[in-house]
């Protein structure tokens, strides 16, 4: 029987299988890359629903893993050198799972720097802005008299989204038929902006067929649309 007891956050969300892999997380644009992943990489894993709308995430118990207070987070009992490991930070999550399992990432170490600085580009770049946009767009920031900000955000969003348009333009995926964890990164952002979000008109999403073609694609992943919808609602 593994033992997680070095990890407070497992005893507050208590795992029923301690030798698969632990995910702490929630259906949001970020969360959904490291599940999908999952999915895609048929890991044995456990997911747990951390409910941020109840500050669930800035508990001392997940706070331990992830100082940083924000999901997704994740323990994988059989890390590095067989020792448990703990790691927050999407990107990261990503990164971690392509390469233990030398999957969703090329091999060419060339190639796997384009992936990687494609994954950064999403951290750095397209989770952000879509993520300020929908605050001034959808949520509390629609009641600030001041509409610079959203300007500054649709504007910067649909810039983004043409950036995105360039790369995809006569590519299946970002690595051309090589289907990565760019990929992943993406899908839930770019889902969550014109879904969710209910901005792509604000943006003129119709004008980038590149991304709607690749979003249609990821889409119709079966591993996709199952980790989409982890971990499910407590």
């Known amino acids: ?20 892999i632990q995910l702490y997380s929630v259906a949001t644009p970020n969360g959904v ?7 895609e990489l048929e890991l044995a894993y456990e997911p747990h629903y951390v409910d941020i709308m109840k500050n669930e995430s800035w508990t001392p118990d997940f706070l331990s893993l992830n100082p940083n207070g924000k999901i997704p987070a994740l323990i994988d009992p059989d890390g590095p050198g067989g020792k448990p490991i703990g790691l927050f930070e999407s990107g990261a999550i990503l990164l971690y799972l392509a390469e233990k399992t030398g999957r969703l990432i090329p091999a060419d170490p060339a190639r796997r720097y384009e992936t990687i600085q494609w994954l950064f580009f999403q951290m750095a770049s397209i989770g952000p802005m879509f993520g ?6 959808k949520f509390a920031g629609r009641e600030i008299a001041d ?21 995809l ?6 690595m051309d038929d090589e289907y990565t964890i760019a990929d992943i990164a993406h899908a839930g952002w770019v889902r969550n902006l014109i879904g969710f979000y209910g901005a792509g008109e604000v943006v003129g999403y119709d004008g980038f067929p590149n991304v ?5 694609r990821v889409l119709e992943r079966p591993a996709v649309q199952r980790g989409l919808a982890i971990p499910a609602r407590s």
Do not use: C, N
């Not at 709607?212 to 249609?216: M, S, T, V």
């Open 1 to 20: 029987m593994t033992d997680l007891s070095a990890f407070p956050i497992a005893l507050r969300w208590k795992p029923r299988h301690p030798d698969r």
């Open 33 to 39: 890359k490291v599940s999908i992943a999952l999915e």
């Open 132 to 137: 300020q946009l929908g605050f001034f767009y």
């Open 147 to 167: 509409k610079r900000p959203l300007t500054r955000y649709v504007e910067e969003s649909r810039r983004l989204l043409g950036v995105m348009e360039t790369r």
């Open 169 to 174: 333009a006569g590519r299946k995926w970002f």
């Open 212 to 216: 709607d073609a690749w979003l249609k």
